[in-house]
Structures are given as structure tokens and as C-alpha cells.
């Protein structure tokens, strides 16, 4: 697809929704065809915001042919909503996780037109890294250590409602860091995990700390926490046998004597906007999704295995449905 600008609809209009719309009307390619969500008064304010039509029900907004369709509404309703759209033909961007559970990703009948929304595939260092650790540029992968720590409350918030979210801050921010780990170095082969409440008492995990053994032979932990009041670290950090990385909004990478090789700075990049540009260029057969339904379908699989670990206090091998392709 070329010339005409591209038109792109949006299925619940929450916070994600917010920065999405925002995104593409910066685009010069794309613009926004409409938006619906189950809530009529949220609908209604957000095509007055966002100076689009409002529609009463996902068929409507369907029939009015859009070419591609973000859905950003909780999980437990995305693969249904998915199902719908692509049934159409239309492309998909879908909002993390992909689905609460592996067997709801397998109930897709068709995949080939989604993308998942990881956005930190779309930091600036992150291919650089990956492609320094293909070839071997930090030598035999030893170590991986990430995390994504906050202090918010998600009391009232669909996200504490475990019949919409499917769990607490292990789906919620922890896909992102597996889905991270695995673009850098590959697939995780097991999973040990521990989950635990907080103080705001809520029906979800807040915290999560989450064990892999990657295909590649390295480790890898990973700490999620909705009440941890901290500075902001890397995301991810690689050890090797022959060098450092690490990745945030900022990146460098070291060699086996600590001298900086590579780093760079974020100034400003939002990989927001990177996750609707990738997507718009997809729909124009433009480009190719950064991450695919089998990426959605390796997170969700592998956090499934680390809830799993949580009760049984073992190693639990994640579903491995889908050929994992690096």
C-alpha cells in the first residue's frame, strides 16, 4: 500500500489507547479510522480527543473497513477481539500479553496479519546488542539480569481483576523483560518463580521475581514490582565471557577489558511511537512486524510456566506449541 494515508481503528480506549492515538496523528502515512470500546462514555470522549469517529460495537467499526486495528483492551479479551478482526483480513497491533494463557493464543485459527506490541524491541540499542551477541561478541552468554520496577497502585484498575488481566505485574511488566530477553539471546528452556501480594491487598501478584534457564546456557532473573519505589535501572543487563551489555533508554556495550565500545544515548526516543510506526508500515506491506504472534504466544508461555513454578515450587518448562524463531 502506497500513497493514500493509512487507516488505522482502535478497540478500547484506555491509557495505552491514548499513547497509540497520539502516535499516529503524528504519522504523515496513517490516521485514525475510529475507535469503540464497551464503555460508551469512554468511546465517546476519546473521538472527541482524538477528533475521530465513535462507534457502538466492534462489527460496526469493522464494516467500515479499516486497514489495520489496534486493540488495547484487557487481555482476557484480546484473542476474541483478534479472532474478529482478522477474520476480516485486517491487520492487528495487539496490546500485551498477547493472552492470558497459552491455550487462549492457540484458540487463533489465523496469526499471519498480528503484531504484538512489545516497545522495548524498538530501543535504540536493542538490535545492536542482539546482533553483537549473534555473533558472539560477548562470547558464551553467562548472565542476563533485568527488571521494571514502579510504586503504582492498580486497585479499581482492571488490572487487579484477575477475570480481565489474567494476573498481576508478572503479565502485566514481566512479559516485556522475557519477550526482551529472548530477542537478545534466544528462547528460555525453564522456569522457576516467586510471586507475591502486597500491601494494597489486591487480588493479583504486585511482585514477581521469575528464574530462566535460556537455550543459549545462560541465566537469567528477572524482578517486576508494582511497590518498589526506585530509580530506574537498565532493563536488561548481559554478561559473557567476553564482554558486558546493557539496555534501557541508554545502552553501552563492553568489552572483556571494560572498555566501551558501543553506547548511545535515548534523547527522546519514544518507542511508542516506534511500535505504530513499525505497525504502520506493515500494514502497507511495508515492513515486517517487530514481533510477531509466536513472540506473544513465548512470553505468555513462559510466564505461564513461572505461575506454575509459584505452586509447585519446581522448574516448569514452558509450552513449546509454536516453533521458537529467533
Known amino acids: 500500500m502506497t500513497g493514500a494515508r493509512t487507516q488505522i481503528a482502535i478497540v478500547g480506549c484506555g491509557n495505552a489507547a491514548q499513547r ?35 462507534f457502538d460495537s466492534l462489527d460496526a467499526l469493522l464494516d467500515a473497513n479499516p486497514d489495520g486495528v489496534v486493540i488495547c483492551t484487557p487481555p482476557s479479551t484480546h484473542v ?7 477474520e476480516r483480513g485486517i491487520r492487528v497491533l495487539c ?4 493472552a492470558p494463557t497459552t491455550s487462549e493464543c492457540e484458540s487463533l485459527t489465523e496469526a499471519r496479519g498480528l503484531a504484538c506490541a512489545f516497545k522495548f524491541r524498538h530501543l535504540k540499542g536493542a538490535r545492536t546488542i542482539r546482533d553483537h551477541v549473534a555473533t558472539g561478541g560477548l562470547g558464551r552468554v553467562l548472565a542476563i539480569r ?21 494476573g498481576g505485574v508478572l503479565l502485566d511488566n514481566g512479559v516485556h523483560l522475557i519477550d526482551l530477553c529472548h530477542y537478545l539471546v534466544g528462547p528460555t528452556e525453564s522456569v522457576s518463580a516467586t510471586i507475591m501480594g502486597g500491601s494494597r491487598k489486591l ?31 537498565p532493563l536488561v543487563e548481559i554478561w559473557g565471557t567476553e564482554g558486558y551489555a546493557s539496555l534501557g533508554y541508554d545502552y553501552q556495550i563492553l568489552d ?20 505504530i510506526t513499525n505497525f504502520v508500515g506493515f500494514v ?19 510466564a505461564e510456566a513461572a505461575y506454575a513454578s509459584a505452586v509447585t515450587h519446581a522448574w516448569e518448562t514452558p509450552s513449546q506449541y509454536y516453533t521458537f524463531v529467533r
Open 20 to 54: 497509540h492515538a497520539s502516535n499516529l496523528r503524528k504519522s504523515a502515512n496513517a490516521e485514525i479510522a475510529g475507535c469503540y470500546d464497551a464503555r460508551r462514555e469512554a468511546t465517546e470522549a476519546f473521538a472527541l480527543a482524538h477528533s475521530t469517529r465513535a
Open 80 to 86: 476474541a477481539i483478534a479472532e474478529a478482526v482478522l
Open 95 to 98: 496490546e500485551k500479553p498477547l
Open 146 to 166: 533485568g527488571s521494571a520496577l514502579s510504586d503504582i497502585s492498580m486497585a479499581g484498575k482492571w488490572f487487579s481483576d484477575p477475570s480481565l488481566s489474567g
Open 203 to 233: 487480588a493479583v501478584e504486585e511482585s514477581a521475581s521469575i528464574h530462566m534457564r535460556m537455550a543459549c546456557g545462560a541465566t537469567a532473573e528477572i524482578l517486576v514490582s508494582w511497590e518498589a519505589p526506585a530509580p530506574m535501572p
Open 256 to 275: 572483556s577489558q571494560k572498555n566501551c565500545i558501543r553506547a548511545e544515548e535515548g534523547n527522546g526516543l519514544c518507542v511508542w511511537n516506534e511500535v
Open 284 to 302: 502497507r506491506n511495508e515492513t515486517q512486524p517487530m514481533a510477531r504472534f509466536e513472540d506473544g504466544f513465548a512470553a505468555v508461555a513462559v
